[in-house]
Each structure stands twice: as structure tokens, then as C-alpha cells.
């Protein structure tokens, strides 16, 4: 009978269990109802804040002053936010609260390294179903979403040289259109400097946010002289070197018509101990025919008149090489500084090789006193005073090797493993373009001098006396090559900083003036991976610019940068564009 | 002791069947609560998949557009297969080696939209037409409109479509790149309604010259797991605006 009534007692005792078991259950499923739909409310919190984050960041580049910057960023985010997580979503019991900043890093000094951060903050009230039961009634969900951007140092560096012409809808003008709505693209946060190249080139503005100075600036370019690009690109780089933000995108923009041809070094004085013995006649007489309209320099007279080679047609001496000239300084060991221009108004053999000019604003040429007529600098005939264009220039770049190449190439020797100009000739060999409508039609595009040997000396070093195997300082022809090798080997060297990593972008109009033009070298400036066709090559067309072939002195370890090219002065606008894309990311 | 199992052995009689009974009403509620939880718990897990998976993708969309160098082309089969594997579960590959299939379960849109302004002109209309720049209407058709400038589809074709709409088939896409002519001067390149599209609450979603959206889309039909068929329409959707 006790275990009976035991088990009466115990009736009952499983409901309670039951019971128990069910408020347990009800605890259970709502805590993970709450923290399920906490989840998932956090999940897409964070989605939306990092989406903020990214897109806040890239709108910076769209503001014209850190006020309007702020604002972007801020509008932005919010959009951001709300595309991302909608007003109520999982009963969410109101909008997020979010809290966009951003800041530049700053190096251990206190200074900015190039880095912005972006940082948005965002919270929302979550509802709870049955923790309420406990008096939660919400509860506050938070994320938090960063982004970076690289900063931006841009260093400018535009050809005003005389090739670019003058008045309206010349492609001086229409450059300067181009580079002033270039300008319009860039965030309060960007850097852009402004160097133009003449014969000389002059640093207008160093790099910072105010863009309204720079367009200023680039309005005022009026364009003439010769095509100093060495020193261009090397005042660009030491900007960005001051700027000293090594995380930032440091960037150089190169705009040019042409190839360079001004060279600056310490050039060594054409002295009695070192001099060649022989001498030449008057230097400008006959006067030099203009070189417009030549396909080939076999028809131009004998500027020299030193009857060196055969006679043409009209009995004059076609070999014009003036290598034969006076010595006018007294000490060997002296050297003149300057830029050494090709210069307009002269042949390419000789005729009428000007003086020196101040390579920057800031960098004067210099005469020593051992040289007589040390007065006339620049407008005396540089070739009495300079014995021989040196091998390495007042930067440091070598001005008769070039760039380290492997593979072939058009130009040079690549397999002595450089790619360089020494060999070559320019405005020679006409091309038309297979394109009808590229004007002017037809262009110089160069040669070998070796196939040439009836041209000039046929070669752009000397080939005896005491200054053999050096570049020729009497050649206007030689002056571009120099300045090619220079060019491409001051690219080299800059790109060759691994502390601020300077990556090259070149734009290249072909087509303007008499200057040759060259396919690989722009390329080889901006280490480009491909040489494109030009207009002038067989397979171009308007629509596509073929591949040649790959970049010979195409350097894998250094930043590469885009080669734009055209012979079209109204696409320019287009082709800044796409390097602000480039270099802003803002499209492609 | 004898009483007592007999006891036992009547009660036992008497109610013999009853916990089968009991059994039987309990899994009437039971089992498609069970079958509810379960439905709603793979539905639950598999929307996060899809959104993560939309999160995802935006993440490759940022590396493929705003670093071109990146090599990181998602119109390739092969960079597609880090999207499939993404989506795994998701019925989205073909076979093993997570191709995505044009006939599979789900699918994920890729588009970028973009505000044409100075930038878009300047690139798609070129040479530059006297006057140009300033741009505005007359010399840019579509300054001011939000267009396709992006449009990757990876997985299933032809099921669903993006809620943007997609680019016209006039448009020259290369590599999911609508062609810089196209976005300034096709006019049907325009995303229409756009702001209302992936605005929230009522409030349109707007963007300033030249700026741009990378909107990545996930469908995934999950019906396999609905069952009762407690999901009306058990397809789930998810949408990242980056």
C-alpha cells in the first residue's frame, strides 16, 4: 500500500517537469531568436559600414576643399549606409547612427606620410522578442568599418617647347585645355606640382592642393624653344623627394611632342692640350637651308664648306660634318656648364650649334674664364668651346648607354644589353601613315645611321682623333640622341627609388613640327610593358594601336607606367583623363 | 506482492496504446515544428551565405576595377570559380571543379553604375568636340545619367535578372567593361530608376559627378529545404552597395 500511495503522490510530478522543461525550451529558443536576429542585424551592420567606408573614401577625390571633402564623406557614408541597410531592417527600431571620420596618418615626426584613413562608425537599437521578459527591451548594435587611401604627389611636367606651336586650336593650346580640366579631377587631399620645359625648365609650383594656381599657371604657358626633358623630369623628382610623403602614390605625368634635345652636363673645355688639331672654316657660311620638307639630309649643302666627302649634283659637298673646329680655351681641365641644345633654325650637321643655355630657373650656365668670348654665352657657337659631350650628365645619367635592355629593339644595340640612341638617326626616312586622316600625313621616322653612310659621318660619336668613341658635341643630331639616353636613363634612376616608389605616366602627341618620333622611347620612359604602333607604322589604324612588340628595356622589379599615344591634338583631353583615372582610380 | 502486480498488469492493460496515442499527438505538433525549424534554420543560414557571399564578391569587384594591374579579371571562368566556392552549397558550380553553371540554382550579378560627369566624358568622347570641356547634355548625352559602366553574371543566366536592369546589347562590353564611348553617349546604357532602386526607406540613393556604385546581387533558390513548403517562394535574395 506505501508503494501505491507513492505513486499516487508522484501523479503529476511529469507536468511539472514539463512545465519546467518548457519554460527552459522558451528560454532557450529566445535567446536564440535575440541573439540570431542580433546576429544577423550585426552581420549586415558591418556589411554596410565597410561598403560606407569604401565608398566614403573614394568620394573625397570628388571635393574641391577639405570642407567640401568632409561633407562628401560624410553624405556618402550615410547613403552608404542606407543603401546597405534599410531604415527598419530586422525590426530595427530606427535608422543607424553613423559616425563617418577621416584622417591623414602622419609619420614619427608628425608630418603626413601620404596615407588618409577612413573610418565609419555605426550603431542601431535592435529589438529583443524575449528578453524583454527580463526588461531588455533592445539592445545597441555597433560596427565599425575602415578603409585607406593612398594619398596623391603628382608632379606635372608639360613640353612647351616651340614644336607645340602657337594661337588657337594649336596643340599648345589645346594641351593646356587638356592639363587644365585634368586639373578639375583631383581631391583637396591630392598633391599636383607643375614643372614646363623649354630649353630650360622651371618648377611653377610644387606640389600641393592648390589647383586654381596651377590652371593659372598652365593658361599662362606660351610654347617655344627646344625640349629640355632630362631636367624637367629630374626638378619633377626632386619635388616629390621634398614633398617626402614615401606612402603616397608619387606619381609624374610627362607630356611631350617630341624627342628631347637639350642636354646638361660639365662639359670638358676644348683646350690646345686635348683639342683636335684641325680645324674648320667659318661655321655659318653658306647659311643652313631650313630643315622643313627633307626626307633625307643627302640634299642638304655643305655647311661647312671643309670639302670633306663627295659633291652633289650642284658640286657641293654633301659629307658636312663639322668636327674640324677651332680650339678656343686655354685649360684642358676645365669644363663649361649648361644645357646643350639642338636648337631651332639649323641643320643637322652643324651649322649654327648656339651656346649654353641655364638647364632650371635655379642651375645657371657657367663659362670658365679660360675660354675666350666667355662674354657671348649663350649665343655663341657652343662647338669651339666644348671639346666632347661626356658620357654621364650633370644628373648622373649616362648619355651614351641609355637603359639596361634585353630583346630587340628598333633603336638600339640591345645586345650589348642597352637600348639606346647612339646609333641613330633622326629626321630621316619618311613615312606616311596608312591612315588618311592623320594630319600631317607623313613624318620622319628615323633610321640606323649605319644604313645612311652616305649621311654626314654617318655616325654620332667621333670616329678618330683624340676625342674618339665620345658623343659629338657639333651634331645637332647627336644632341637627341644624347638626350634620348639621358632621358630614358634619368627614368631609370627615378624610378629606381624603392623609398618613394615614383611611377611614370607619358603622353605622347606625334605628328607636330619636324621632329622625329620615336615608338619605343616615351614607352621605355614610362617602363611601359608594350611598344604600341604608331601612326605612321603599317598596322595602325584609328580604332586600335597594335602591340609591336614587347618593351625591350621593360624593367620588372620598377613601377610601371601607362604609354598613352596620339597624333590626334583633340583626343589629349581623353588621354588625361584616363591617367587621372589611373592614378585617382576613379574609373577605367 | 502478488496484488500489486496484478495491480500493475491491469493498470498496464488499461492503459496500453495510450502512449502511442500520447506519442503520435505530440508529433502532430512536433514534427513540423521540427520541420518549420528546420526550414527556417537552413533558410536563416543560407540568407547569411547569400549575403556573405554578395559581400564577397563587391570585396573582388573593389580589386578587379579600382587596381586593373591587379590581374584579377571576374569575367574569367577561372577567377569565377573563387566566387562559385564562395557559394558553396548554393548550387551554383557545374561540377568539381567549380565552374559555375548557366543552369544552376543561383547567380550572382556584378554591375557598377556610375554618374557621368567630367571624367566619363572626357574619356568617352574623344577628340574632345570645340567647346569641350565644360561637358554638359548636349556635348555628352548621358552627363548626369547613372549608367552601366561594369556587368558581370556568374552562375545562372537566365533565371533571374539584376534589379537595375542590364546593358543594352548595343553596348561594346569587353571583359564586363562597358566601353568608355558607350557610357558617355548611349543612351540606353542608362540605369533607369536607379536612385529609387537602391535608395531604402523612401529616400532616394544619389551620388555626385563621376562617382560610382559597385553593386553586387546573389538569387539562390533554396527549395530543396523548404519543406511543407513553408516558404511561399523560396528563392532568397541578398544585395551589397559598395
Known sequence: MATQRRQQSQRGVALYFYALMVVGSIGCIGLAVDVGTIYMIKARLSAAVDAAALAGGRSVNFANSTATAQTNFTTTADNFIAANFPTGYFNTLSAPMVTPTFSEESDGNGNPDGVLDFKVVASVSAPTYFMRIFGVNSVNVGATGTASRRGLVLMLVLDQSSSMGSGAGSPCEVMKSAAENFMTMFSPYDNVGLVTFDITAHLLDTPSNNFTQVSNDIAAISCNSNTNTISALDIAYQQIKNKGMPLALNTIVLFTDGSPNGITANFPARAPATADTRWGPAMSSPAPPSQS????????????????????????????????????????????????????????????????ANPTDTLSATIPASCTNSSGLPSVNIRQFIAYIPNTDYYGNSLINGVAATGTSTYGTVNGGYDNRTGWLFQINNECSPVGTITPNCRNIGDQWS????????????????????LRPDQPNTIVAAGMNGSMSEAYRIRSDTTYNPVIHTIYLTGNATDSVDREFLAIVANAPNILALPYDATYTTTTDPVLYANPAYQTTQQTGKYLVTADRNALTGLFAQLASEVLRLSH | MQSRREHSYRRDRKERGNTLLEFGLVMIVLVPMFAGMFTVGMAVNKGIQVSNVARDAVVLMVTAIENPNSGLDLSQTQNQRIVVRAANGLGMASDTSYDPSTTGLSVVILSKVVMVGNTECSLGITPAPTGAPPWNASNCPNYGSYVFAYRVVIGNTTRWTSVLGNPPNSATITNGVVSADDIASNTGDRVASFTTTIGTGGSPFTMTSSQYALISEMYADVSAFNFFRIMSNPVIYARQVS
Do not use: R
Open chain 1, 293 to 356: 620638307g627633307h626626307s633625307d639630309y643627302d640634299s642638304i649643302p655643305d655647311s661647312c664648306s671643309d670639302g670633306v666627302g663627295s659633291t652633289d649634283a650642284n658640286g657641293v659637298a654633301t659629307n658636312a660634318a663639322c668636327y674640324q673646329m677651332p680650339k678656343v680655351c686655354t685649360v684642358s681641365t676645365d669644363t663649361l656648364f649648361g644645357t646643350l641644345a639642338q636648337w631651332g633654325d639649323q641643320n643637322s650637321y652643324g651649322a649654327d650649334t648656339y651656346g649654353l
Open chain 1, 451 to 470: 644604313s645612311h653612310n652616305t649621311v654626314g659621318l654617318a655616325s654620332n660619336t667621333f670616329t678618330s682623333g683624340p676625342y674618339s668613341g665620345y
